[in-house]
Each structure stands twice: as C-alpha cells, then as structure tokens.
C-alpha cells in the first residue's frame, strides 16, 4: 500500500480531467444538493475537499467554506479556485469543538482506516443542529463487484486505487460506527446503473444514463448506488 498522502498528491495532476461533464459531473451535482438540502448557516467544512470541485458549486450559497485535505497536491488546485485551505488529517482536525455550522465529506471516507475515529472528530467540530453529510463506498454496487473482483482504475501514471486502503461499508455498518449524538435524516445513492463512466460520454446513452441516476438515488434502489451518501444531524442539546 502506498501512502495516502502520496497518492492523493499523484492524483491531483489529473484529477479535474473531464470533470466538469459527465459521469463525474452529475456525481458533483448530486453531491451538492444534498448539501443545500441538509445545511444550514455560514461556516461550512468540506472534509477532505480535494480540488474544491464541490465546494466551488456551493460558494454562492454558503459564505465561508473551509476546505481540509491531506494532500499538498490538491489544496494548492483548491487554493487556486479562491478556497480557503488547511493541510488536515480528518482523525485530528485543528479545530475547536462545535464551531462550523455543517460539514460535508465525499470521495475521501472510504481511504480512512481509522474511520470510526475521524467520524468523531467531525462530529465534535460541528454545532448542535448542524449537519452532516458523509459519502461511503457501497459493497452492494456495480463499484462493490468491482471491488471484489479486482478491476483496477487508473487514477495517474503508474497509480490506481487499489494501492491505498480502500473500505467498503454497508448501511447497517455506517450507522454502527456513526457517533453517538449524530442521527440519519435520509440517505442518497449515487451511480446506480453506470458500469463505465465513459458511456456518460456517449450523448444518447449518456442523457439517458443521467435521467436515470437521478430518478432513482432517491427511491428504493438507492441502496445499490456506488455511494452511499448519509445525511446526519447533531442532536441539537436544546431540543
């Protein structure tokens, strides 16, 4: 395995390639909103915000996001998107308790180790009322088979996920390890039926693959989707 912080580094180079269209696009407008759906207030976390792909969808409705990343890589393409940065490990976050209004971490939770552990630690930065919003990988998807049966995706030169730690973890497994003080409000699935994400390249089935990713990651067979989005609230001590 190699270290994360490496990896993410490597990825970095190329990781805003083609993503602003496509597969990865409606992944990122998914994402954001449910942010605009569970948050409220204008200190927000982006835990773990990579290049500040999401959080860059979200500034026009939030007026102060803090984006936290490991990786020197991608908050330098954070920090050149206009976002305010910190170099973090999400198991040691460099904040006082209760002070962002909501948080919200995708793309990043399935490479903790500890994640039970960092789970806490976003919890103890958020206020009481505040939400959450945490994206796992689903071992019950298309991206769980390929998961188990070895498919490799390249992510840059002579990297590909499979050298970094990478956890897949079922509802019933999220809400165990979810803090004490955090309840599940709703959860949204994400990239339901895409086996490739290039056939979102394909304009006809690429439409089609679209319509059908967001009728759906709300309804039934949400708990097929690749990602697991949870959406958590602190319990509010007045309530």
Do not use: W
């Not at 083609?18 to 409606?26: D, I, S, V």
């Not at 984006?67 to 999400?90: C, E, H, K, P, W």
């Not at 590909?160 to 959860?187: C, N, Q, S």
């Not at 089609?208 to 990713?213: A, D, S």
């Amino acid at each position: 395995m190699k270290d994360v912080r490496n990896y993410y580094d490597r990825f970095s180079t190329g990781y805003d390639q083609r993503r602003g269209r496509g597969y990865h696009a409606l992944i990122d407008e998914l994402e954001a909103e449910l942010v605009k759906k569970s948050i409220r207030g204008g200190l927000v976390l982006d835990a773990g915000c990579g290049t500040g792909l999401v959080s860059a969808r979200l500034k026009a409705v939030y007026p102060r996001i803090i984006g936290a990343d490991l990786s020197f890589g991608m908050l330098r393409r954070a920090a050149a998107r206009g976002q305010t940065v910190v170099q973090a490990n999400l198991g040691a976050l460099p904040f006082k308790d209760e002070v962002f209004d909501g948080l919200f971490s995708f793309k990043v939770l399935a490479h903790v180790p500890r994640l039970r552990n960092a789970l806490e630690e976003m919890a103890r930065v958020v206020r009481p009322g505040g939400g959450l919003i945490l994206e796992f990988y689903n071992p019950r998807s298309i991206r769980g088979l390929k998961k188990k049966f070895h498919i490799r995706h390249r992510i840059a030169k002579e990297t590909d996920e499979t050298e970094v730690y990478t956890g897949f973890h079922t509802l019933r497994t999220i809400r165990e390890m979810l803090p004490a003080g955090l309840k599940i409000e709703a959860v949204r699935g994400i990239m339901i039926f895409t086996p490739l994400a290039l056939l979102h390249r394909i304009p006809v089935l690429g439409k089609i693959l679209g319509g059908m990713e967001r009728g759906f990651c709300d309804g039934p067979l949400k708990r097929f989707g690749g990602f697991l989005d949870v959406r958590a609230r602190k319990n509010d001590r007045k309530s």
